[in-house]
């Protein structure tokens, strides 16, 4: 009875060290053809692979496709001329990034005071690809968000997460730069890009199963 017992409690408390899933949802634009991420949604699909050090911090892999656009019809500005600007992108990304829970997240381990959900934030820094009109362009960037997720077994994860990415570079959109004109520089003058997304993500790696406690 007492080796059943012991089984059963190494097998609670059992943590794993990586997770892999996909992610779907919204994307948005906001950049010389647009006011508002909300104006022209698009879909954005994607995959993601996580270190997992302990249980308030992880480093997590993102590749996700989206599709962008934009139309300055439907905006107030008035631009010189009177030109009227629209864009369909295609934007492929691929970012390394950092996250932290806001409190110890997992399932089992009491005395670590887990608990199978936390709100999150996140940073870190990618690569964007924009292919639009033809022609391709190139930029790097930084994502900034936040997000909440959910343990709903041992292993499988249910997250919810909303980013905004700034890309130093103006091509996002193809050719629509400098419509005031104004002159693009690193820091100024660039695009945004925005993610509404819910993901699915499965635990794998065993960690040691037992705490060895010596006195």
């Known amino acids: 009875m007492l080796a059943s017992l012991s089984v059963k409690t190494a097998a609670q408390e059992e943590t794993y060290r990586f997770d892999f899933g996909a992610q779907a949802g919204m994307s948005g634009y906001l950049g ?25 911090w ?33 934007v492929f990304d691929l970012g390394e990034r950092i996250e932290f829970n806001f409190f110890s997240y997992g399932i ?9 959900w936390s709100p999150y934030l996140t940073v870190g820094f990618g690569f964007t690809l924009a292919s639009c009109g033809g022609q391709t ?11 909440f997720k959910y343990k709903i077994k041992e292993r499988l994860n249910l997250g919810v997460e909303f980013t905004m990415t700034k890309v130093f570079s103006d091509r996002v959109d ?32 065993k960690r040691c ?6 006195d």
């Open 137 to 147: 362009n190139f930029g790097v960037n930084i994502p900034m968000g936040a997000g």
């Open 32 to 56: 010389d053809a647009s006011s508002s991420i909300f104006s022209h949604p698009g879909f954005v699909g994607g995959l993601s692979f996580r270190y997992l050090p302990d249980v308030r």
């Open 209 to 214: 199963s037992t705490c060895h406690y010596v």
């Open 108 to 116: 089992g381990e009491t005395y670590k005071k887990l608990r199978r």
């Open 174 to 205: 193809g050719e629509l730069s400098d419509l005031y004109q104004i002159k693009s520089s690193f820091l100024k003058n660039t695009d945004w890009y925005s993610n509404i997304s819910v993901s699915l993500t499965y635990e794998f790696g």
């Open 58 to 90: 992880a480093l997590r892999t993102v590749f996700n496709v989206m599709g962008l656009s934009g139309d300055t019809a439907d905006m107030d500005d008035v631009f010189p001329g009177g030109a009227r600007y629209k864009f369909n992108s295609t």
